[in-house]
């Protein structure tokens, strides 16, 4: 699979999210997603972007631009080296949430991308990779 | 840091957003608004989304509020303007804005808010 672009960005504050959305945006207009997956794309990339600043303590999203040959694609990463998550699968349980917001983010981003994973470790941190084709 | 208007028509407030919004915009926006309903004494607010690319689940959670707060308050709020694409993305997130009153556009939103008014539910006079 051929990665046809490679970018990083920081994940340290409020301002991060908004420019991380405006990238995911760009690049899915770029590589010619449709306007509703434009908008689970970048809206999935905002929750985990908001899981990775809120929980994980700031860190990072890596945007690759993706062509396996008939598809075109975008794969989102974010890292982070916080506290990590205990159980997952609990984690991944919507209406599950321990930063008092609605407990959607992992469960209802999930059903947002084409291919969602999670690894994590209890005191080394959490990435979260998502992709959505086109 | 910019701030989102809050325009009085009548016994309404009238609320665009314009702008990718910040968290700190969001929450602003909430403060301000809950201030204006009692400084106004306004019976509804409608809020036009209908520039809002993307709702997330911290924008979805802050209309819930304003919805929330402006019913304890006795005034009605209709969501506005929704795009389509922002209404697939929010049921299949799982946040399908339970309790908040929506119209497809402004005329709408304004003719809900009126008939709103008129129709006594709670045994009051009519508005």
Redesign the interface.
Known sequence: MAVLRDDRIGVRT??D??KA??LV?DSAIAQGLS??D???L??AA??IA?NTLVHGGGGYMRLETLNDGTRRGIRLTFSDQGPGIADIALAMK?GYSTAG??G??L???K??VNEFDLESEPGKGTKVTILRWR | MERIPILKMGPYLLVTIQVDMHDRVAMTLQDELTQQIVAHHARGVLLDISSVNVVDSFIGRMIGNIAGISRVLDAETVVVGMRPAVAITLVELGMALPGVRTALNVDAGMALLKSAGRIATNGRPAR
């Open positions: 409020v301002d999210i908004i959305r405006q945006r306007l509703v434009q908008t689970k970048v809206t905002s929750e908001r919507d917001g609605l959607l983010g469960g209802g981003t059903r947002l």
